[in-house]
């Protein structure tokens, strides 16, 4: 029988209950138990996918094409579980199911309540989350809900774990409470008020958490601990401390080291090996301890909230990670990017220029590939990063003056990306579009796979085939390749089933190191491996910052 952990949060928001999630379920995981996550968002949207990244940080999207919560990335990324459409699912996902089946009739005419019908169905997706009656067999399912306690968004979701609880039994499931203990500098200590009242809000909706796990910028001292025990009847050993680090991957090591796993296996009576946490350890020590540093322009819009590029940031540290190096990554707003100024980038060993949506800020990654390209920086454009470096190869190598994106220039003369349906002619001319379409139903989502040129550097890091998940509408224009083939640009990977152009770059003589792919290759990084195309990234920068530094030894 599939046991289940649910993690709720108190007092404020982004504490980080997917961090907290996610390394218990690494812990469990090295415990030889098989383990999934489940996140609950309590929005009204039906998905993130439309959502702006200063709203809600990046969309994380999984194999079968769901766009979801960043948190599912974190997930990946510390167990093995691949997540799933069904590992994240909205308020809005819910009332549009239960509205659905009243409309079809299947609630045989009963009038439609928030209980049963709506934690029922919460319910539900919560079981086809966690795999029952598939045959995968989950020994435990920890299920995130969004949201802090108290607000009235996350009341349904709340109300069904509970029911769910009972249902379960007092050695199938288990909660864990995630709460805030300040700092009061003015009092010179920390401050256990808002946690006995995040704990009181939970009990009166009749949850009571086996476990609260203490979030603080220093270690809570037992005194702390006490009080907070004896005011939320929470056992003392249930009341664990996680202080701020320097590194995500030390968190597995902080909560087992207090007993977490322990305390969990008991309660749910699960009895298994103990717990290996020596490869994060190893990991840890590798992040603390990096053989050379580097630094990467990244060159981007929604550069005010580093959570717009999560996924992107982790893919670029466990790649250092392989490489032995310490990657610094500093944002570079696109917006304020022009050819006045984009000599800036000389002080970087490698460009990236990261996907997004609209025009604004184009032009500026425009001019940083273009640059990184005259410059012969290493340069890596990721969805829309790989859009405009064919825009810039298409203006100034092919000699196609006011060549665009109909993303961003609808009458551009020279459309060399567009939509697929866009494409009408030889010449490259194209057709209006249908302005009302679904923006949540547009979108090139999952995984594909592509065959890979031989003889590229695409090939020499992916080998044959490369298979990589997607999220853009927007695609290479198929009436220009040759044109941008001519101009020196390489097409080095087409995809199996539609001929769509997935990864783009420069011939090795021409330059050391400069890639474009439409797909996100963040999404399936991890700290273990890295991912070849990030990996091959930061070696690539590595050796242009020791070639720089031979120049300058050079010229001394």
């Not at 960043?70 to 093995?80: A, M, N, P, V």
């Not at 190096?325 to 002080?347: F, M, P, W």
């Not at 420069?506 to 999404?523: A, I, K, S």
Request: aromatic fraction near 6%; charged fraction near 25%; glycine fraction near 8%.
């Amino acid at each position: 029988m599939t046991k289940f952990v649910f993690v709720t949060g108190g007092v404020v928001s982004s504490l980080g209950k997917g961090i907290a999630s996610a390394s218990l379920a690494a812990i469990l995981e090295s415990r030889g138990l098989k383990v999934t996550l489940i996140k609950l968002d309590p929005y009204l949207n039906v998905d993130p996918g439309t959502m702006s990244p200063f709203q809600h940080g990046e969309v994380f999207v999984t194999d079968d094409g769901a766009e979801t919560d960043l948190d599912l990335g974190h997930y990946e990324r510390f167990i093995t579980t691949r997540m799933k459409r069904s590992n994240n699912f909205t308020t809005g996902q819910i009332y549009k199911s239960v509205l659905e089946k009243e409309r079809r009739g299947d609630y045989l005419g009963k009038t439609v309540q928030v209980i049963p019908h709506v934690t029922n169905e919460i319910q539900d997706y919560v079981r086809r989350g966690a795999g029952i009656g598939s045959p995968e067999a989950i020994d435990v399912a920890i299920v995130e809900i969004g949201g802090t306690v108290g607000d009235i968004e996350s009341l349904p979701f709340l109300e069904a774990v509970r029911q769910m609880s009972l249902k379960l039994g007092p050695t199938n499931s288990a909660f864990v409470h995630l709460t805030y203990v300040p700092w009061i500098a003015a009092a010179g200590e920390l401050k256990t008020k808002p946690t006995q009242h995040t704990v009181q809000k939970l009990r009166e909706i009749g949850i009571q958490p086996d476990v609260l796990l203490c979030r603080a910028d220093r270690a809570v001292p037992d005194e702390e601990r006490e009080k907070m025990s004896l005011f939320t009847n929470v056992q003392l050993h249930g009341v664990i401390s996680m202080w701020d680090v320097d590194t995500i991957y030390k968190v597995p090591r902080i909560l087992h080291e207090q007993g977490l796993d322990e305390m969990i296996c008991m309660k749910l009576q699960l009895l298994t090996k103990p717990a290996d946490l020596k490869r994060w350890d190893r990991l840890v020590h590798e992040v603390e301890h990096p053989a050379q540093q580097l630094s990467i322009a990244m060159c981007g819009k929604y550069t005010d909230l580093s959570d717009s590029y999560k996924s992107l940031n982790e893919a670029l540290r466990h790649a250092g990670i392989q490489n032995h190096a310490r990657v610094n990554i500093e944002y570079v707003d696109s917006e304020t990017l022009n050819e006045g100024n984009v000599d800036q980038l000389s002080r970087f060993d490698a460009v990236l220029v990261p996907g997004g949506f609209g025009k604004r800020g184009v032009e500026g990654k425009i001019c940083a590939a273009r640059y990184a390209r005259e410059k012969r920086i290493p340069y890596l454009g990721i969805c829309l990063g790989m859009q405009v470096a064919t825009i810039e190869v298409a203006r100034h190598l092919a000699g196609l003056e006011g060549a665009n994106s109909t993303e961003f220039e609808p009458a551009t003369p020279h459309p060399v990306i567009a939509l697929i349906d866009e494409w009408q002619d030889r010449d490259g001319s194209i057709q209006k579009r249908d302005q009302g379409s679904d923006l949540g139903g547009t979108m090139r989502l999952g995984a594909q796979s592509s065959d890979v040129q031989r003889g590229t550097l695409a090939h020499q890091i992916y080998g044959d085939v490369v298979t990589e998940r997607h999220r853009h509408r927007y695609e290479a224009n198929e009436h220009y390749l040759d044109r941008l083939r001519q101009a020196g640009l390489v097409i080095s990977a087409i995809t199996q089933r539609d001929k769509l152009t997935e990864i783009v770059e420069l011939p090795r003589d021409v330059h050391p190191w400069f890639v474009g792919v439409q797909f996100h290759p963040e999404f399936k990084s991890t700290p273990w491996d890295g991912h070849p195309l990030f990996n091959s990234f930061i070696k690539a920068a590595l050796e242009h910052q020791a070639s720089a530094q031979a120049q300058l030894k050079a010229v001394a």
